[in-house]
Every structure is written in structure tokens, then in C-alpha cells.
């Protein structure tokens, strides 16, 4: 009887151990740190860069604001609004100038740190090609503001659209009620995609993707939920700081980004946990791209065969 109790025991420690150095070994707390300071640096560039993607497609900056608004505790938000809105009228519609592709590669950057991070939470080294790495990242924010300016062409001429059709074709009313009461759902949907294309694609590693979805639900439903109770942290902890106007507010910007840098970097750890749950050991790779091109090579091969 005491020699299974101790087995037990020696089991429960065998799991427990490696774990608890896996999560020391992924470094999610300062990590977080560094990825929120290239967060904050990188906010304003993409804001830039969407200034100049707005008087391309005739969008109004009002469109945009609701969806930015969602994503951002309401103590943060009331006072970056202004910044917010000059940033995104500030454009003049040269999409393809240099200045836009200079934001954006600036704004890239935040993206190739949360690589490197997001890298360590798996328990791999980012692999020595910087210019691949940035590409990738510059695709990737890119990806990422098509997806956001889609939304906004939905939601924006949408509800054109229904106020025409609607009484012609004698719909209920309250289609057009509920269609403006779905854009906090299909925000969280766009962060959900946003999230689960990062996740993805960011690793050096070879993923699947059942495997990272409870890392992007917890990392999607974590980000929706500190926005709106932000508001009491700094209420109960941050009084002080907060009190200072627009510095203080820079600083509770900044206290928000690492929670949620922290909580990617915990979805991402979460992930692991998974992929190694049901494919064994970590396998690393040399970039996504490269990965497919190597798997195609093989398939090709062994259909030959």
C-alpha cells in the first residue's frame, strides 16, 4: 500500500515538475514587458497606415472608431480619441506611397517580438533570417488591416444596403436593429480570426490547428473581458497614476498592453501544452512557408512512388 501511495506520488511529480520549468523556461512575464513596449510603439504607425487606406476605399473615420472602441477599456479609450482620430484623418489616400509602407514595416515590428516570445512559450529559438522574419510579419499586419477595413465595409455599407431593401421588400424592422447590435460579436469574431492566424502562423514549430484553439479562445475571451473591467484595476489600484491626465493615462496604456501580452503569451503556452498532449514533442521548423514546401516535396515524391 505505501509503495503505490509513493508511486502515485512520484507520478503526480513527474507530471507536475516539467511543467512548472516549461512555464519558468517560457519567460511569459517579461516577455510580456518587451512585447507591450513595441505594442505601443507599433499602435500609432498602423493607425497611420490605415489614415491612408480610409480616403482609398471612401470610408469615414466614424466607421471605425465603434470596432477600436470594443477593443479598448473605456478609461483608455475616452482619452486616446482624439489622438485616435487625427491619426486616422491624417491620411490622404496614397496608399502605395512610401510613407505607408514605412509605417507599416514600423508597425511590423511589434509583430516579429511577439514571434520571438510567442517562440520561447513553445520552447524553440527563432531561427537566425531576420528579413524572412519581417516580410513575414509585414504580411501579416497587412493581412491584418484588410480584415479590419472588410469589416468596416460590411458594417458601413451594409446597413446602406438594408435601409434600401428593406422596406421595398417588406422585411421586419428589426433586422436593421439587429444588425447594428451585431458589431461587439463580429468584432470578437474578427479578434478571434486575427488571434487564430497569429498563433498559427507565428511559431516555428509544425502545429495543428485543433491544437490551437484553446489558446485563442481563452487569449480572445481574455482580451473582450479585461476591457471591460479595466475600468476597476485602475479604479481600486492605479488611482493615483491615473489622476495625472495624459501621462497617467500612457501608463495605465501601457500597464493594459503587458496583461495582455501576458495573456497571449499564456494562450500560447496553453497551446503547446495541447500540442504536446496529443502529438508528442514539439516538432520545430524552419518557417511556415518553407515547412509547406518541404511536406508538398514529400507528398509529390511518395505519390510518384
Known amino acids: ?71 479598448f477599456p473605456a478609461s483608455i479609450y475616452r482619452t486616446l480619441a482624439p489622438q485616435i482620430v487625427r491619426y486616422l484623418r491624417s491620411g490622404n489616400g496614397g496608399l502605395l506611397s512610401i510613407g505607408a509602407v514605412i509605417t ?66 417588406d422585411l421586419p424592422p428589426t433586422l436593421l436593429r439587429v444588425f447594428a447590435q451585431l458589431k461587439l460579436p463580429v468584432t470578437s469574431a474578427t479578434l478571434l480570426v486575427i488571434l487564430l492566424l497569429l498563433f498559427y502562423f507565428l511559431p516555428d514549430v509544425r502545429l495543428h490547428l485543433r491544437c490551437i484553439l484553446p489558446g485563442t479562445i481563452l487569449t480572445a475571451v481574455g482580451w473582450l473581458a479585461l476591457a471591460q473591467f479595466f475600468a476597476l484595476y485602475v479604479r481600486y489600484f492605479m488611482r493615483s497614476i491615473s489622476s495625472y491626465g495624459a501621462i497617467g493615462t500612457f501608463i495605465v496604456l501601457m500597464f493594459w498592453l503587458v496583461f495582455v501580452a501576458q495573456i497571449m503569451l499564456l494562450g500560447a503556452f496553453i497551446n503547446r501544452l495541447t500540442e504536446e498532449h496529443f502529438y508528442g514533442k514539439i516538432q520545430p521548423i524552419r518557417g511556415k512557408l518553407r515547412d509547406w514546401w518541404e511536406r508538398w516535396q514529400n507528398w509529390r515524391q511518395r505519390v510518384k512512388a
Do not use: C, E
Open 104 to 169: 507599416l514595416w514600423s508597425a511590423s515590428r511589434g509583430i516579429v517580438n511577439l514571434r520571438d516570445s510567442i517562440n520561447q512559450a513553445y520552447g524553440v529559438k527563432t531561427p537566425q533570417n531576420a528579413l524572412l522574419a519581417r516580410l513575414l510579419s509585414l504580411v501579416l499586419t497587412l493581412v491584418f488591416a484588410v480584415i479590419i477595413l472588410v469589416l468596416i465595409l460590411i458594417f458601413g455599407f451594409g446597413q446602406d444596403v438594408l435601409n434600401y431593401v428593406v422596406p421595398r421588400l
Open 1 to 71: 500500500m505505501g509503495k503505490q501511495k509513493q508511486h502515485r506520488t512520484g507520478g503526480w511529480q513527474q507530471r507536475i515538475i516539467p511543467l512548472i520549468t516549461a512555464f519558468q523556461a517560457a519567460n511569459i512575464n517579461k516577455n510580456a514587458v518587451v512585447v507591450a513596449y513595441y505594442a505601443l510603439l507599433s499602435v500609432f504607425p498602423l493607425l497611420i497606415f490605415l489614415g491612408n487606406l480610409l480616403p482609398f476605399l471612401n470610408i469615414q473615420v466614424n466607421d471605425v472608431l465603434p470596432y477600436i472602441q470594443a477593443l
